[in-house]
């Protein structure tokens, strides 16, 4: 719509504020449809009545009676033709009238061809323009899936595939093994003494929709989803050479095979041997294989060729802390504000899964937008909370998200912080501050005396919104001084902190809290996430404070001049 206005030529500041709102809607954090639902899209900054309403109706609807009058305006396809630089609305019009283009895909084929020529205005100079223009629009990007989704796709897969002849292990490999952030491709290593029925059996799975290539050892194919799936198959005696060459990252298994051939050893995906005369070393798994090299194991999560490997030498890796380790579910939000079930609703839930304890963190009043708690609704909260507590055996801690403001103050009284079991102080707004004042912004909120968890600290959206530009060093300095923690944040949009910047804090001496961010029960699944970066970078459970039992949490992380129990005092 924004597009379509700036087209006109005589509504710039109409046109300026629709795209304001597409921006203020791209950053904020919360479900659109439930601020719509809740009338409360006018507490966005930058969003007033009129454009809140045309936002209802593009939501609900698809479609608003401005953008219907706009299009009655403008040839078919002028909002998506107006993203090429160096088309406006004569040109536009002009194109549609005598070849009938509509959409970028049609433009560059008309391009190709060299039609646009044949057109009043358009040479064969401008003609390149516009083709090279366009192409930059239409070219894909290479895709980036979150965990999740690489998850839910690579379970299926695994399972089709265990299924098949002559199938023996099925591991999956590559960036899902090491769990980065994204996963530009699903990578599995399939074992079988018959390779070439196993890899008709992968090549049959019903997803599959095109095959890139194909040979004796795998296949590379891409699924309906879009994700590329690369099928490698192997004998039971190269399979776990091939699994190890299969994780990467390329870098580490560079640097592992230095070290092998250090050691007159050559390592291949088809499996060890000696350097000399080939005799083939016999390995039954990967801690054999790095034994075999003088190596400790290292977990799948460490392999990025970042000290992982000097550490491994000299044996002082730690072990990394486990899912199972885990005792509370730590940041977790409720329908008082932007969660979708009730506080009844994630106690039973969090119970059902084995933890002890669950802190509820709605957010403070700054958070207008995702219906942040006023002083009274905080404390109707308190009295929920101590009335499901006589019903439930896991521990509720009282708790807020507090917005660092502006300022680097904390939301809320220091007499409300102070009642609290868990303070989880974020920035939700401002994002874009120069790094010199945000680093100031988050110096000084570490310097309250409730601040005892850095939530989210960095404030990225994974392929989305960068992190805020801020001095990390200098930050971390700060937070060691201070005896706060830090959050990992296992929400998938966020992983937050990432992993280089969770081993510089390691260095020193900064302590972590795993956290889902759950906004409804199924997010309390967010922890494997949390964990997950938290191995990344280098966690073992002594550094966890959630892995304490409620009393000692409760203890470490109290914002009050004393250790507080829980909720129901």
């Known amino acids: 719509m924004s597009s379509l206005l700036g087209l006109t030529g005589g509504e710039p500041f109409k046109a300026r504020a629709y795209e304001r709102g597409a921006r203020v809607l791209e950053r904020v954090d919360v479900d659109i449809g439930r601020l719509i639902e809740e009338g409360r899209l006018t507490?966005?900054?930058?969003?007033?009545?009129?454009?809140?309403?045309?936002?209802?109706?593009?939501?609900?609807?698809?479609?608003?009676?401005?953008?219907?009058?706009?299009?009655?305006?403008?040839?078919?396809?002028?909002?998506?033709?107006?993203?090429?630089?160096?088309?406006?609305?004569?040109?536009?019009?002009?194109?549609?009238?005598?070849?009938?283009i509509e959409t970028i895909a049609q433009l560059e084929a008309a391009c190709e061809a060299g039609e646009l020529r044949a057109v009043k205005g358009f040479?064969?100079?401008?003609?390149?323009?516009?083709?090279?223009a366009a192409r930059k629009l239409t070219s894909p990007r290479p895709a980036k899936v979150l965990l999740p989704a690489a998850l839910e796709v690579a379970e299926e897969v695994g399972d089709y595939l265990r299924h098949g002849p002559d199938v023996g292990a099925v591991e999956m490999a590559g960036d899902l093994r090491?769990?980065?952030?994204?996963?530009?491709?699903?990578?599995?290593?399939?074992?079988?003494?018959?390779?070439?029925?196993?890899?008709?059996?992968?090549?049959?799975?019903?997803?599959?929709?095109?095959?890139?290539?194909?040979?004796?050892?795998?296949?590379?194919?891409?699924?309906?989803?879009?994700?590329?799936?690369?099928?490698?198959?192997?004998?039971?005696?190269r399979f776990v050479t091939e699994l190890f060459h299969a994780t990467g990252a390329a870098a580490h298994v560079e640097h592992v095979q230095r070290l092998a051939r250090d050691r007159g050893l050559r390592l291949q995906p088809s499996g060890l041997s000696r350097a000399r005369g080939g005799r083939r070393v016999g390995i039954g798994s990967e801690a054999e294989l790095y034994r075999q090299l003088g190596l400790q194991y290292v977990p799948p999560e460490l392999r990025e060729d970042e000290g992982e490997i000097d550490a491994a030498l000299a044996g002082s890796l730690p072990d990394l802390v486990e899912v199972d380790e885990i005792r509370g579910f730590v940041h977790c939000h409720t329908d008082y504000s932007d969660g979708r079930h009730t506080v009844e609703q994630m106690a039973r839930a969090a119970e059902s899964l084995g933890l002890q304890y669950l802190t509820?963190?709605?957010?403070?009043?700054?958070?207008?937008?995702?219906?942040?708690?006023?002083?009274?609704?905080?404390k109707a909260q308190w009295d929920e909370m101590a009335r499901v507590q006589e019903?439930?055996?896991?521990?509720?801690?009282?708790?807020?998200?507090?917005?660092?403001?502006?300022?680097?103050?904390?939301?809320?009284?220091?007499?409300?912080?102070e009642q609290l079991d868990v303070v989880i102080a974020s920035i939700?707004?401002?994002?874009?501050?120069?790094?010199?004042?945000?680093?100031?912004?988050?110096?000084?909120?570490?310097?309250?005396?409730?601040?005892?968890?850095?939530?989210?600290?960095?404030?990225?959206?994974?392929?989305?919104?960068?992190?805020?530009?801020?001095?990390?060093?200098?930050?971390?300095?700060?937070?060691?001084?201070?005896?706060?923690?830090?959050?990992?944040?296992?929400?998938?949009?966020?992983?937050?902190?990432?992993?280089?910047?969770?081993?510089?804090?390691?260095?020193?001496?900064?302590?972590?809290?795993?956290?889902?961010?759950?906004?409804?029960?199924?997010?309390?699944?967010?922890?494997?996430?949390?964990?997950?970066?938290?191995?990344?970078?280098?966690?073992?459970?002594?550094?966890?404070?959630?892995?304490?039992?409620?009393?000692?949490?409760?203890?470490?992380?109290s914002p009050g001049p004393r250790p507080r129990g829980g909720s129901d005092r």
């Open 428 to 557: 939700h707004r401002r994002h874009r501050m120069s790094a010199e004042e945000m680093t100031r912004r988050i110096a000084r909120a570490m310097e309250h005396p409730c601040f005892k968890i850095w939530g989210h600290a960095l404030g990225r959206l994974i392929e989305s919104r960068p992190p805020v530009e801020c001095h990390v060093e200098e930050i971390l300095d700060v937070i060691a001084r201070s005896r706060a923690a830090i959050e990992i944040n296992g929400d998938p949009h966020r992983l937050d902190m990432e992993p280089r910047w969770v081993r510089a804090a390691r260095g020193r001496g900064i302590r972590f809290v795993i956290s889902t961010d759950a906004h409804s029960v199924s997010e309390l699944g967010n922890l494997r996430y949390g964990v997950a970066m938290a191995r990344r970078g280098g966690v073992p459970a002594r550094e966890v404070l959630n892995t304490l039992d409620p009393v000692e949490f409760a203890r470490e992380v």
């Open 360 to 378: 509820i963190t709605d957010h403070s009043p700054e958070a207008s937008y995702a219906g942040g708690l006023s002083i009274e609704r905080l």
């Open 123 to 132: 040479g064969e100079a401008r003609e390149r323009r516009l083709l090279a």
């Open 391 to 417: 019903t439930v055996t896991i521990k509720l801690l009282r708790g807020t998200e507090s917005d660092i403001l502006a300022d680097g103050s904390l939301d809320y009284p220091d007499a409300i912080l």
């Open 43 to 100: 507490a966005l900054k930058g969003i007033g009545p009129g454009l809140a309403r045309t936002i209802a109706d593009l939501h609900l609807t698809g479609t608003s009676r401005v953008l219907e009058e706009l299009r009655r305006h403008f040839p078919p396809g002028a909002a998506e033709l107006a993203r090429v630089p160096g088309l406006g609305i004569k040109q536009i019009a002009a194109l549609n009238a005598h070849l009938g």
């Open 178 to 237: 090491r769990w980065t952030e994204t996963v530009d491709d699903l990578v599995v290593v399939l074992g079988s003494t018959d390779p070439r029925v196993a890899l008709e059996h992968a090549l049959a799975f019903p997803q599959v929709a095109a095959v890139s290539r194909r040979n004796g050892s795998g296949c590379r194919v891409v699924l309906t989803t879009g994700l590329p799936l690369d099928v490698k198959v192997a004998t039971p005696d």
